[in-house]
């Protein structure tokens, strides 16, 4: 089992590169897309994402419960790859139909990483490099999509950076 989590902002490529890991693995790819469709531009860019993604790749949407799709889903002779983290985090803070105790949710999604037999592709937006955030809420997101990046840095095998569609390897081979 191999996992690798794919940093970059937006438009950085960061989710073309993962697509390209996950095709010349080989293996059978499951997409897990987090993103929800909470306006016009944001179904764009979700349909967007459906056209690009090959056609014989398995999808599952799933905005929360990452951890279970992940004990459900890998394999050893597959690939699951995740796009994209902080939209999971956005889903899992601020959702206000449900309440949603995040910190459990991360603890669950780790553990269910560690445990996973098949190959892992994990694609997050890299928010903090830029200044504090004013409001409290946004300064939150990048205290909660930091910490969260740390903790699978130091738990995954590669981290990749990609900047204007290249990638950068800070961990791993």
């Known amino acids: 089992m191999t996992t690798e989590l794919v940093l970059g902002g937006a438009r ?29 531009e944001m ?9 690009d993604r090959p056609n014989n790749w398995h999808v599952v949407e799933e905005p929360i419960a990452l951890a279970k799709v992940i004990a459900d889903y890998s394999t050893k002779e597959n690939c699951l790859l995740v796009d ?7 889903n899992c803070l601020f959702n206000q139909d449900y309440a949603i105790d995040w910190q459990q949710q991360k603890v669950d999604f780790l553990a ?21 955030p004013m409001g409290k809420m946004s300064r939150r997101f990048v205290d909660e999509s930091g910490w969260l990046h740390q903790a699978l840095a130091k738990q995954v095998e590669r981290v990749t950076f990609v900047t204007a569609g290249i990638p950068q390897h800070l961990k791993g081979a």
């Open 12 to 40: 950085s490529g960061k989710s073309s590169y993962a697509e390209s890991l996950a095709l010349a693995g080989g293996k059978e790819v499951v997409y897990i897309a987090t993103a929800t469709a909470g306006d016009d």
């Open 43 to 51: 179904a764009e860019r979700i349909e967007r994402h459906r056209q």
């Open 84 to 90: 994209c983290l902080t939209l999971w985090l956005t």
């Open 112 to 132: 269910a990483l560690e445990q996973a037999p098949g190959d892992i592709i994990l694609v997050s937006n890299e928010v903090g490099q830029g200044i504090v």
